[in-house]
């Protein structure tokens, strides 16, 4: 952590703030310029409250050159985490996982419908949502716990492993037979639940949240890991930006970005992101192109009720194709 | 609501829709064009799923022409709500309110002394943080109850009125003696513990998030509101901006904005929106002048102690010398 | 078009718009609701200036339902746009095109070295900047009229049609022997230039600016072919978002997007999106999976001078494994 | 300039490093650590390409301590900028400047009619579009060389000074009799006309760029006085973010941040920033109260013409009602 001082910084003041500094066991470099002073602090920093150093009155800035994460950091686990959940591997080297669904758990037909379509597609883990995050408090909520009973069955009926939100710690008992649990983009920074889901053993699947930054979302990680829980999986589901064409705006170079900040597996939503089935395939083969270590895609199967095509899902016929494209891409990219 | 339909839509699956809708309870006013057809949605259409809508493979876009929000919209109830919190009212006409304190409960001395000194100074309602959120799992998270016993003596101490952020509902049991609770920005979409909130009877102080836009602010209090619990003040404290000077960019065109759209009082937040003490006095300033219904300020008084000098607070003396200046741009807007 | 009128509009108010709209040679479709008015706009409403009409006190908001480009829009051009320069196919079926060179021309060497290299590994066009559109007045602002005669020397000694960035129209006659014109994101609204180049043959490639959405990258467009030049090329280069791992955050969803609403072929910069040389080839990869018309990738071959090594740019090796990986997956997208 | 570089630095690479930037003429102190090591970099550095160092593969990061602008920098011209236009005073202290006029020159009555209204109620330069930047090629564009010449019949008729947008260099010539030149928004970065009119001594209105921060804004105004010409006016008139209710988002932060870091007047346009003339008020009362040193207001005296009513134009009522209030506040805020 680098701290330069203001330029007049008197000498009683300069050491007041080193003796504070080392009794938080670090060390402190001093280099004196003619304008500034730079204090270069060495050792295990992660714990010095870097805002509260910014706002000192004698320090102009205050700059972290190792990384504030520890636990979800590349450099202190320099292989990647591979994950299991219900029998899949996610994460690491030729485990590129395909999670599949609808956004709703709507009916017992409906799900164990899409799963069975989606499955023999070669979907490897089942989504859908029973608790659904809305902005309007009258609009649709979900099935909550009779939806978690569908996902149980349809993952009774195709063996397929499931994932779905949880949006209140009240409700987790509610789920133990889920396999990966979500945390949603709008909890990223819950920081409460994240603590608590860190003393489970669930995996976690955590969204970046719509203005949030990697080192933000890494830090998300770190309060699960930071209570023991390493079974964390971050997902790209996109950002929030100028351009409106599409709901949000997909982050695709986060990807080789994690990959290089975390060893943690790295998974893209295509379908929140953009928000037009018409996208989702370009997207997801740019996905699966730069190397996510999977994708989470949103598939119905409702033909007969047109109207809740959800503008964001594909048919399980697209999605079949959308599966053959990606294994040629992952093909390609082969090393 | 105005629905506009693609041009190739054959009048079967525009019937289709209208019926649909009509079974909604809305009416449906059709006016063709040469190249589109436009609905016109009449009635109770809060409740339409406008993402569902426009999420059908025949609809081109969707439009509100009403607010989704309805219990804090100013349409259906013209006059400013007056929310009683502690003995101080917030809202309507000369109730400036003005709430100060420390960033954190640090001790006794700390928070019994601040209270007194902006008591003295004028200010209506003490502040201080008992559970902070914090990016970091290794920056310090607060004294958590503790924190809220020193606030209640404080309160007694005083006759100061208290507020204090509440993480989590698991610890709401404790927040008994506190006057008004408040959701901080991140918890902002956080809806279940909105919702919990909405069927006490606390008062609450909802801060916007740090990239959300008016209507979803305004939505998360209909949240509240719409469990019952109409005790509602908004609270702007800067959102997420390329501009990197300030922590956050101050949007005080917000004040005038949510007082056209809604009853309800708006507090500004100078502290957290700057980050930097020295700009706290001009956007308090320019708050009261275009017309915020309070302010909430960080204020300690640690002289012996400067390195907890909060970057963003206030010396007692500063904010003895702002209350002043307050006071004279609230007397120079009157009408 | 359509426009919502204020519920309080007297009919006198309303048939005095509806006159004025009728003589802009628009037709207008009344909708009565029972709060709201809603007028449908149908004809040629392209230059009904719409912030005229929604700053009308009477009109509660505007909605174009028709876009309001119209020569670069694919409506009206339902097939893809091949731009010729220089002998090379930009755009439309199997004519992935890649330009390749460094950041800016420095030396002769230096710039015929570069495009002997990525010529042999299949790059289609040379890049290099004479003109540097810089932040600071004090850093390097290219090398200018020169920078343009080693550009030309580079074509003449490998073939390669070159692509440069154009400042200023009062430096156009110097730019006889480019066969691409770049225009640089910060000058994407920079309307007079925008015209000027419309009254030219030359073909330009239009950069995308940092904060501007996909509409008004194609009104830009529209500014250079309402005067006469069709030859317009779009370029995706990262927009700026809140994270800051990358320069940029690069919008690769923009690429099927655009080639719903445009007929305009449209390239994509890794380089100058990203910031970082070993991100690129990802973002590469994912580009030509998600179908963009080509690249646009700085590089070097500046082994002996270590202190020029460009952070965004790849060393011709790493280039040339690139093109053999973006064959690759090329092959895997054809249908 | 602090550069951090990377852990695994040879000795050589690091020495090789510092005889560049010694050569460059800065001075370099290196402190050692046990992971990282850090140089001080003191002395003229504001002419070292930050980019190119970042850049460099054995760079970890770069950090400026001071800043790269030098000419419109506080610290080394610690006074206020008083400049002069017209024979009116902008900046400085009890200087506040009202600049206000129509949106675009429309025709003589019009242009005279509200330059004498506003002359009436206190403003002291007049303000009205002759060239007019328009998203759309099929927008009006302004009246060009007609519009300037009434402008400067006007400014005959009342002894008004004037203040209208240049687009392009090529029509300078035209704006001998304008008394501020203001270069829009969208042009703040266009380097080559920032360069030119540093050649000349015409008064400069920057406006700040919808995406850009408030250091790129002081980059483009160093621009203009790196070329010799230091009549330089700072315009904040709003900034892009997610907020859809105004316009923009007006920065009032940025008043007492750029009177940190400049000695350069900064005036604040409420009515491009807000797109409202019901939110101009407030906002114009708060640009004062925070310490700004003018307005830029749109007034238009149109009754017969309700048509052309500019949402964001107070009538000259309005104004006057207005002027009074500011006057109030500035009285209100003065020492």
Redesign the interface.
């Known amino acids: 952590m ?1 701290t ?1 001082l203001k330029p007049n910084v008197t000498a009683e003041q300069r050491d ?2 080193i003796d ?1 500094l080392e009794k938080q066991k670090v ?1 402190v ?8 002073t ?1 204090l ?1 602090l ?1 050792g295990d920093t ?2 010095i ?1 870097m ?2 150093l ?4 004698i320090v ?2 205050v ?1 972290r ?2 990384e ?2 520890k636990k979800c950091n590349r450099k202190f686990h320099p292989d990647d985490s591979v994950i299991e959940a219900g029998g899949v591997k996610i994460g690491g080297k030729n485990n590129f996982c395909v999670i599949a669904g609808p956004c709703s758990v709507e009916t017992r037909e409906q799900i164990i419908g899409v799963a069975q379509a989606v499955k023999d597609s070669g979907a490897d883990i089942l989504r859908g949502g029973a608790f659904k ?8 909520q979900g099935l909550h716990g009779e939806g978690l009973l569908l996902l149980s069955e349809a993952k009774k009926a195709t063996g397929l492993p499931i994932i779905t939100e949880l ?4 409700d987790f008992d509610l789920f133990e037979d889920v396999d990966i649990i979500q945390v949603g983009a ?2 990223m ?5 994240l ?1 608590a889901l860190g003393r489970t053993d669930k995996t976690i699947l955590l969204k970046r949240g ?7 979302l890494l ?1 998300s990680a ?2 699960i890991m ?1 209570g023991g829980n390493n079974n964390v999986i971050l997902c790209e589901r996109g ?8 709901r949000n ?9 994690l990959h ?2 975390t060893h943690l597996p790295v998974i893209v939503d295509p379908s929140h ?2 928000g037009h089935s ?2 989702v395939p ?2 997801a ?7 996510a270590d999977g994708l989470m895609v949103e598939v119905h199967n409702d033909p007969m009720h ?7 899902s594909l048919t399980p016929a697209q999605f079949d194709t959308l599966m053959k ?1 990606i294994r ?2 992952l ?3 082969k090393e």
């Open positions: 680098i330069v007041h703030l504070w060390q470099h001093i280099s004196e310029g003619s304008e500034y730079v270069g060495v992660a714990h409250d805002d509260l910014a706002s000192l009155d102009q800035s700059k050159v190792s504030p994460f995050p809305r902005t309007s408090p009258y609009d649709f949006m209140d710690m009240k709008r909890n920074q819950n920081f409460e639940m603590k719509l203005a949030n930054n990697l080192k933000e830090m770190e309060y930071a950002i929030r930006t100028f351009e409106t064409h599409t705006t997909l982050d695709l170079s986060c990807v080789p970005v290089q900040l992101a953009t018409d996208l370009s997207m083969l740019a996905a699966a192109a730069c190397g047109a109207l809740c095509d959800g503008a964001q494209q040629k891409v093909e390609a990219i």
